[in-house]
């Protein structure tokens, strides 16, 4: 005959859950539901504040190894590297010789250092797909919010493809994948818009960064067409970086904003 086996006592099971925080051990028993659904969104958030460090640490990190690597490829260039009319892309080319982008007057490129920044164009690329993902719960719920977010993994592909495929390779795809910039510009702005009444700084200064950048890509793209005075002085390359480099300031922004922030939470919140 088979023996009953008796269920622990209900003190057992009570202190293995006050080990989790999910009820309290107290002697009229269990929490109350507000008390425990207060308790587990508290733990969720801590973990999900995990993650979101992390993602917004890939984006301090994307930005930065980008300006970086700039800087080191551009100083192997003899002659020097023209900040002003080269373009961002004539650092990753593999050739040396004269080379023009689509309707641009041609010019020397030379970039012994190409590895070093279409290795950097590839990882910038996996960062911006990777601190997005981590940070997808931070920002908003709303669809625009998400929406912005699926751009920004769009123009993170854009990134890879720009690093895998040079200018000198194939520059239709080149121009194409290149495209991450004005794509990322739209995320900018959307996101902007969605995280307004939370982040009104950074929002403001999303907006702004999207309003320059249309400027000087209108101003990039009609200059094309034998207007050259457009460029302001600029060059093609000035104006590129124009176009491009403030949204790498507002994606440095953004990461800084969400780490303090999450640091923040964990220090309010501990386990």
Not at 55 to 81: M, R
Not at 144 to 156: D, H, N, P
Request: aromatic residues 8%; hydrophobic residues 50%.
């Amino acid at each position: 005959m088979r023996q009953r086996t008796e269920p622990p006592p209900k003190s057992a099971y009570r202190d293995e859950l006050a080990r989790w925080n999910i009820f309290s051990v107290r002697a009229n028993g269990p929490a109350s539901r507000s008390q425990i659904g207060a308790t587990v969104l508290a733990r969720v958030r801590t973990s999900g504040s995990g993650c979101a460090a992390t993602g917004a640490s890939l984006y301090i990190v994307a930005t930065l190894q980008y300006a970086i690597a700039q800087v080191v490829a551009a100083s192997a260039w003899n002659p020097p590297y023209d900040w002003v009319n080269n373009y961002i892309s004539d650092l990753g080319n593999t050739r040396c010789g004269i080379f023009s982008m689509p309707r641009a007057a041609p010019q020397l490129v030379c970039s012994p250092l190409h590895s070093v920044m279409n290795a950097s164009f590839i990882l910038s690329g996996l960062l911006l797909i990777a601190g997005t993902l981590l940070l997808w719960m931070f920002w908003s719920p709303r669809k625009i919010a998400i929406f912005a977010q699926v751009l920004w993994l769009i123009a993170g592909v854009g990134k890879v493809g720009v690093g895998l495929v040079p200018e000198n390779t194939d520059i239709g795809f080149h121009t194409s994948a290149a495209l991450n910039i004005p794509v990322g510009n739209v995320a900018i702005l959307l996101l902007s818009i969605a995280i307004f009444r939370q982040h009104r700084m950074l929002a403001a200064t999303g907006i702004f960064v999207f309003v320059l950048s249309l400027i000087a890509l209108s101003l990039s793209i009609a200059a094309q067409f034998d207007r050259p005075d457009l460029l302001l002085g600029l060059g093609a390359g000035g104006m590129e970086r124009l176009s491009g480099y403030p949204a790498n300031f507002w994606l440095l922004m953004a990461g800084i904003l969400a780490l303090a922030n999450t640091i923040r939470q964990q220090t309010s919140n501990p386990r």
